[in-house]
């Protein structure tokens, strides 16, 4: 346009009109910077000109990280975020490690080479899409923002071709649409890795990739090296770590194998989370589910993994120790101090703690100048070098002081071990079980000052203590003698205290093992008989470390409590790698062997209410009256054993919980049974005892019907049992949802009660739960409860379902038709 009005008028005046033509077009180009959504050889981004996308969803620009301060607040990053988010919130970095700084004089556009190419202020080239095909096709390039959030480097003309695009380069955020998975052929992965901090998209410690080995599952990687969570393999419907209910009602996945690609995809179905997005946290490294509220301008997190921020592997850096509650989170071990306070505040926790008094090692076993201090219940860190000929906890001592580099050692039955250079991955006041002691190298001077903190301490304290123990022998006296009463009386009673077996005797009382009761996941059930024809059941565990664990946790569990409704452990034998649980025998089997085994027998309606009254009475005694609470984690009618006169005992407690009162805790694993799990153990949320009752609620249901909730996998939707229950329910009918095999008998009242507390027991939000104690009263009747709402889980399944089904109208007849048969089988009995 320029040139062809500069042709006519004499030299001078087509020079004047050149220039300023050309200003006036320039001027043009800078003007429409911001309605356009493409960078081209005429038009680059400087300063705080942006790009949007065609649908206004997206921003490409510079920015500066929102947070920044000091000196990170003069770096100035190109990088795309949301258009319609009051948060600043990036989704893509390009020049992710060589900030500028002059964003005014630095360039982003089109090189000479066809490239996208980033220059700083000295015209240097910083950042570039760095594509070498692009001279071979004689293509003219265009970069253009799509309202996906994805930058494309494609041809002017033919907007298939496509030499470069964001979305195979995530930084940070993996967004609806984009690929995530392996080239086959380059054997290449996409790896989303976290930002350094806050701050900082730098890439940090934490990435997230696909399987390198072609399979369908992702891993969670620390350094590149250690893998800290992982996926599972995809079942054709979920990853099976991810266990049930992934956010499903929220996303679709999409998982693809093609022939020279395998990747993930997801969309997002949810209406009212269209703006979400997966991270992987720079702080915790967790991978997280975030999405936008409008309503309180935040990012809210839906789904993380792994669930526990803990369990990600040296997430508070060298010498810092991870706590599960939830602030402060990190801290320093005793004797450092946070080596860098800004990257520390930043989330950036790599360079961890410091000592602040330096060892005095002298190189000799000298134990004049450091010593230990001694952490109990915590999570030994890895690294560990085995000392195997030291069998004293003196010599173990000795041989980490003899050596200026080791930092701590930790001597067990297991023997000697002691830890060179940094320790890493430590957790303190783990509530679990399989915590160590790890004695702390200090120098002596820092140790001698905590020494003198505690004198001080107990001088104070103990003052206070005489004057209680006055008080307390006053009340204790009459106690003692009432107590000691009672115990002559009771003298019969199987004392507290628990056998402990020899391998042998079991061996025999079992007659070498050989009437099996049952399997599980960690061994199997034996019948057998002590002396004195009392019959017992021996459970032998198998797989060394959880056996072990399952062991311990049901041996310090169930050698201290007693009821009715719980199942009674007799004793146990741990001999060497050899461990064994020896229990009351029960008759009559599982809850589960007697509710879907499909001949005679069926368990009648009074019993199945019996059942429901017992099992929740003794959960609500481990919850509720028990010195500490305890979480079963594994409720299930394959847990649920019956005795001769058909008394429900709740057993199995290898998975269960201790946790102190009135304390929620997060759980590093998953526990519990699929079809049973309530919805907060997949969204990261702490556990607290309403997840027994959720699985309750999920038997209830399976109580009332006589069949699984969750036959299989691939079963219709429209059959999942709570679903048709809670809709039956909101339309008073609840009749048909009784086990066809009961041919109606039932009381109706109770069968009222029993489907609207199976469906408050399963509601999303826990606080809306009953508690144990009121399940009992309700069950009892003695305490109101009106119909349910439809939990949101089961509404998105039967509202996802409804495009799947052609007549979802048939089980509803079917059930009828059912119930009408029944129902006139009785009438012409009765007649
Ligand atoms: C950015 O744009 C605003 C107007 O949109 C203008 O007032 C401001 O001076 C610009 N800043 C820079 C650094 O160019
Ligand atoms: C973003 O906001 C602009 C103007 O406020 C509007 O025109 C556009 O439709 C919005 N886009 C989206 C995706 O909400
Ligand atoms: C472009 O790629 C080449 C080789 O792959 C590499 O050596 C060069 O540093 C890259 N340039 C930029 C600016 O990233
Ligand atoms: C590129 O353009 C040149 C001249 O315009 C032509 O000779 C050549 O064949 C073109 N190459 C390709 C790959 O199209
Ligand atoms: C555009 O590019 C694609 C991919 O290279 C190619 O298959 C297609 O033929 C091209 N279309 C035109 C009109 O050149
Ligand atoms: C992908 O498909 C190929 C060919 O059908 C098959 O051999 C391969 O096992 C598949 N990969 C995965 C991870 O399923
Ligand atoms: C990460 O790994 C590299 C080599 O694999 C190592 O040099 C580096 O020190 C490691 N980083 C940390 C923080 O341990
Ligand atoms: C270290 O102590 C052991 C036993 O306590 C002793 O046998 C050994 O000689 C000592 N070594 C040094 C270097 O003092
Ligand atoms: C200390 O232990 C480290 C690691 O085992 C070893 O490499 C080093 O030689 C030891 N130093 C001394 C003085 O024994």
Redesign the pocket.
Known sequence: MGVSMASSGSRATSLLLLLFSFAFSLFLLFSSATSTDTISAHHSLSGNQTVTSRGGTFVLGFFTPPGSTGTTSFNYYIGIWYNNISELTPVWVANRVTPVTEPTASELKISDDGNLALLDQFKSIIWSTNVTAISSSNSTTVAVILDKGNLQLRDESNSSLVFWQSFDQPIGTLLPGAKFGINKITKRSQRLTSWKSKVDPAPGIFSFEMDQEGSFQYFCFWNSSRTYCTTGLWDGRIFSQMNELPPVYIVNFQVVNETDENYFTYTVIDPNHLTSRYVIDSEYGQIQLLTWIENSNSWQLIWARPRSKCSVYGVCGPFGSCHDLPTPFCTCVKGFRIKSQTDWGLGDRSQGCERMISLQCS?QNNSEEDGFFKMENVRLPDNS?SLAMLGSSQDCEQACL?????NAYSFSSTGCFVW?GELLNLQEELNELDAGILYLRLAASELQISENNKKRKVAHISLGVVTAVVCLFMIGGFVWKRERRRAIQNSKVVQNSLVSFMYDELRIATKNFSVELGGGGFGSVFKGSLPGSIDIAVKKLEGLYQGEKQFRAEVSILGVIQHVNLIRLIGFCSQGTKKLLVYEFMPCGSLADQLFRSNSNVLDWKTRYRIAIGTARGLAYLHEQCRDNIIHCDIKPENILLDDALVPKVADFGLAKLVGRNFSKVLTTIRGSRGYIAPEWISGMPITTKVDVYSYGMMLFEIISGKRNLVSATESCFEFFPSVATSKLINGDVEVLLDHRLEGEADMGELAIACKLAGWCIQDDESSRPTMSQVVQALEGNLNINIPPMPKFLQRLSDSCADNINSPRNFSSNQNSNCRASSTQINNATT
């Open positions: 190189g070098l003899s050596n200026c580099t080791c060179h």
